[in-house]
């Protein structure tokens, strides 16, 4: 289990690279499903989730389950914005367009992109892929309210 | 359909079918048309041990299952609808406590359904969280 010493310094410490791995990899829901740390930089931050047998949404596909999707970017929308040197407090809405299924038995890439922060709000784009950032699996768009903003 | 199923058989097949609804732990249950599904506190839905609070993606998720286990009971298809879209509200932190959801099919189309849902832990009135879905009706053949 998690100290939370380090716990704390990921969520609200300045985000170097063990700290961005440890969110990554160390939250119970993260650790669940498999979630691999794969970069950081200004404002950015890049997360995999390899595929496994019991994430797949429809076995007659063997596509992993849209709803890891949904986990995998809003994950990814937090990291971006710990990126960007903001804390995030939670999620306030999430868009996920889901564009094509991914590929059987593929794992899955989500990049997450923090543009704009004011006082109180983060505004993250991300996308999901298989391979090709340019051929995406889904894309999202996000708002989060941050700490120490008014939200 | 050449076959005629009940409304609880097409649950069943669909809770039952899909991996990542065992990999969540959520059941549903069915009071005449009406279907609640249920999300059973466990620790590694957890996204957050400080708070502690229900990973977001976790709400989004089951909501999600929830709009598509709807669909499958009044459409009653072999095969799972696929989402098009979603839009997520969290309006409340997601407590380490179970989660129930009830879905609302504002418009089933021939080729794609509007649903919106909402799931609330202690209180109905209190949502945690909401989702507007469009979803795709599989085509057969």
């Known amino acids: 289990m998690v100290k939370p010493p380090d716990f704390i310094t990921a969520m609200t410490g300045r985000l170097d690279e063990q700290a961005a791995r440890h969110m990554v990899t160390r939250t119970p829901q993260t650790e669940a499903l498999g979630f691999q740390f794969v970069s950081i930089s200004e404002a950015r931050g890049a997360i995999r989730v390899p595929w496994r047998a019991d994430l797949v949404g429809d076995p007659e596909t063997g596509v992993i389950a849209s709803g890891v999707v949904t986990t995998l970017l809003d994950h990814v929308c937090g990291l971006s914005i710990r990126a960007a040197n903001a804390v995030p407090q939670g999620t306030l809405d999430l868009r996920i367009d889901y564009m094509r299924p991914a590929r059987p038995q593929a794992d899955l890439i989500a990049d997450g992109h923090c543009y704009k922060l004011t006082r109180t709000i983060a505004f993250v784009r991300a996308l999901a892929h298989d391979g090709d950032p340019d051929d995406p699996v889904a894309t999202a768009q996000a708002a989060f309210a941050l700490i120490g903003g008014g939200a | ?141």
Request: charged share 20%; hydrophobic share 45%; no cysteine.
């Open chain 2, 1 to 141: 359909m050449s076959t005629e199923t009940t409304p609880a058989e097409r649950l069943a097949a669909f809770l039952a079918r899909t991996p990542y609804i065992a990999f969540l732990g959520m059941r549903a249950e069915l009071a005449g048309d009406e279907m609640t599904a249920i999300l059973p506190f466990s620790p590694h839905l957890i996204g957050n041990t400080l708070l502690p609070a229900l990973h977001g993606g976790v709400l989004g998720a089951f909501m999600e299952m929830t709009a598509l286990a709807q669909l499958a009971v009044i459409t009653g298809g072999p095969r799972p609808a696929k989402t098009i879209d979603v839009t997520i509200d969290y309006l409340r932190p997601g407590r380490a406590m179970d989660t129930y959801a009830r879905a609302e099919i504002k418009k089933a189309g021939r080729r794609i359904s509007s649903v919106h849902v909402e799931a609330w832990q202690e209180a109905r009135a209190k949502p945690v969280a909401a989702i507007r879905g469009h979803f795709q009706t599989p085509t057969e053949g």
